[in-house]
Antibody, heavy 119, light 108 residues
Framework: QVQLVQSGAEVKKPGASVKVSCQAS????????MHWVRQAPGQRPEWMGW????????DYSERFQGRVTITWDRFASTVYMELSRLRSEDTAVYYC????????????WGQGTLVTVSS | EIVLTQSPGTLSLSPGERATLSCRAS???????LVWYQQKPGQAPRLLIY???SRATGIPDRFSGSGSGTDFTLTISRLEPEDFAEYYC?????????FGGGTKVDIK
């Protein structure tokens, strides 16, 4: 079955970091680009960055430069998104989403991971 | 950055009625690189339309997309009960990828 399965919900304090995983199954990770998109409560989705599943090349939205790191373990078909220096405004559902290119649409989404930042 | 503005914010309609949703871009979207998603509460977005007018796999033909340049439209010809949801447009013609603010289609 073609799917993306993400890690579970997290609660973090301001200033901490969070790392969310996304395991791909049913397809070859190296043939696609994995993107990360977040959605704060009641807000529009916000694109964060991508990683090429074949060669590990990555890029990030300027809005998150310096705070986000996307990595991958191709042998485990798993992609990771780490966000540092968390603040309350980072409270959101974080999704991994599959695309064919760095600039594209997303045809497959993970189930989402709620990250709550609270003191 | 391309800003996408969706209207109306909320559309109250009855099953069987036609829904017309608008997405306007702050600048022309390259090669009509715009998609539409449907999102239900607690779920991830689901791809409906890509390249402005092409239906994704498995999407019923009551969903159609049109438009070019800065003005795009999603039309649902006859609303089914399962169509009441939030709808987002997204452009991928320019970095950063951006999403519209959404239109909620609810039951009148």
């Amino acid at each position: 079955q073609v799917q993306l399965v993400q890690s579970g919900a997290e609660v973090k304090k301001p200033g901490a970091s969070v790392k969310v995983s996304c395991q791909a199954s049913g397809y070859t990770l190296s043939r696609y680009v994995m993107h990360w998109v977040r959605q704060a409560p009641g807000q529009r989705p916000e694109w964060m960055g991508w990683i090429n599943g074949g060669n590990g090349v990555r890029d990030y939205s300027e809005r998150f430069q310096g705070r986000v790191t996307i990595t991958w373990d191709r042998f485990a078909s798993t992609v990771y998104m780490e966000l540092s220096r968390l603040r309350s405004e980072d409270t959101a559902v974080y999704y991994c989403a599959r695309g064919l290119y760095p600039r594209c649409w997303f045809d497959l989404w993970g189930q989402g991971t709620l990250v709550t930042v609270s003191s | 950055e391309i800003v996408l503005t969706q209207s109306p914010g909320t559309l109250s309609l009855s099953p069987g009625e036609r829904a017309t949703l608008s997405c306007r871009a702050s600048q022309s979207v390259n090669s009509n690189n715009l998609v539409w998603y449907q999102q239900k509460p607690g779920q991830a977005p689901r791809l409906l339309i890509y390249a402005a007018a092409s239906r994704a796999t498995g999407i019923p033909d009551r969903f159609s997309g049109s438009g070019s340049g800065t003005d795009f439209t999603l039309t649902i010809s006859r609303l089914e009960p399962e169509d009441f949801a939030e709808y987002y447009c997204q452009q991928y013609g320019s970095a950063p990828l951006t999403f519209g603010g959404g239109t909620k289609v609810d039951i009148k």
